[in-house]
Nanobody, 128 residues
Framework: QLQLVESGGGLVQPGGSLRLSCTAS????????IGWFRQAPGKEREGVSC????????NYADSVKGRFTISRDNAKNTVYLQMNSLKPEDTAIYYC?????????????????????WGQGTQVTVSA
């Protein structure tokens, strides 16, 4: 059974950092594009960052460019989202999601409805 489990969320002060992890079970991540998405109360789910199966292609939302970094360790079946210089507007539930893609696919966008498998989410709260 294909599963994704997020971890690493929590409460952090503005300007702080967190690293989220998304660990897969039941399948190997090598052939899957992985995305991080977030949903704040009263708002639609939005793409934060996505990474290709081999990690050669990434995409970031404008709001997080220069602050967040997505990476993956396929040997550990895990994708990470390093979040630095966090702002209160980054507060949301963060989800990871997967879709199967050709290995050399370039990730040109990061939109929720294109992903098939979802984790349960982890809460990130940025507050003083």
């Amino acid at each position: 059974q294909l599963q994704l489990v997020e971890s690493g969320g929590g409460l952090v002060q503005p300007g702080g950092s967190l690293r989220l992890s998304c660990t897969a079970s039941g399948f190997t991540l090598d052939y899957y594009t992985i995305g991080w998405f977030r949903q704040a109360p009263g708002k639609e789910r939005e793409g934060v960052s996505c990474i290709s199966g081999r990690g050669h292609s990434t995409n970031y939302a404008d709001s997080v460019k220069g602050r967040f970094t997505i990476s993956r360790d396929n040997a550990k079946n895990t994708v990470y989202l390093q979040m630095n210089s966090l702002k209160p507007e980054d507060t949301a539930i963060y989800y990871c999601a997967a879709r199967k893609d050709p290995v050399l696919l370039l990730v040109r966008r990061c939109v929720p409805h294109e992903y098939d498998y979802w984790g349960q989410g982890t809460q990130v709260t940025v507050s003083a």
